[in-house]
């Protein structure tokens, strides 16, 4: 069955011009590009979005990060989209990523790593509504 993912290319990503590049990755995969906008978010969007982590060292780090620039959020779909998304993103740290991964292609760091993907479906559900409206969903 057919499922839906959250995405977000970083700013870093977006600030280096890889935005297509990190486009064509995620087609060639197979994913549905559902939803997709580019926009500049608030230190509190981010915060918001990043609530679990609050609690982290590198909350505050984080959280100017991605309201350092313009991001591109999307909704992906296809079967198995959750887990396939993290797999083509690869590890957090782009030093452990895998070849051919988006992380190894395209992140400089653990900070400036390029994309996100929801990592489990109540995230996902939760970061689609966030960041989308219904109408944008149809
Ligand atoms: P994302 O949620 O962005 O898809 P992830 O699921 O691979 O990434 P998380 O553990 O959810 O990783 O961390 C969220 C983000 O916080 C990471 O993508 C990274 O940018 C940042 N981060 C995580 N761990 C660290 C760390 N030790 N130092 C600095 N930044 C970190
Ligand atoms: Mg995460």
Excluded: C
Aim: glycine share 8%.
């Amino acid at each position: 069955m057919s499922q839906r993912t959250f995405s977000i290319i970083k700013p870093d990503a977006v600030r280096k011009g890889h935005t297509g590049g990190i486009l064509a990755e995620i087609e060639k995969a197979g994913f549905k590009i559902a939803a997709i906008k580019r926009q500049s978010i608030s230190k509190d969007q981010a915060k918001g979005f990043y609530h679990v982590h609050s609690a982290r060292p590198f909350f505050d780090g984080l959280t100017t990060f991605m309201s350092s620039g313009p991001i591109v959020l999307l909704v992906l779909e296809k079967e198995n989209a959750i887990a396939d998304l993290r797999k083509l993103m690869g590890a957090t740290n782009p030093a452990n990523a895998e070849e051919g991964t988006i992380r190894k292609k395209f992140a400089s760091s653990i900070e400036e790593n390029a994309i996100h993907g929801s990592d489990a479906e109540d995230t996902a559900a939760f970061e689609i509504g966030y960041w989308f409206a219904g109408y944008e969903l149809l």
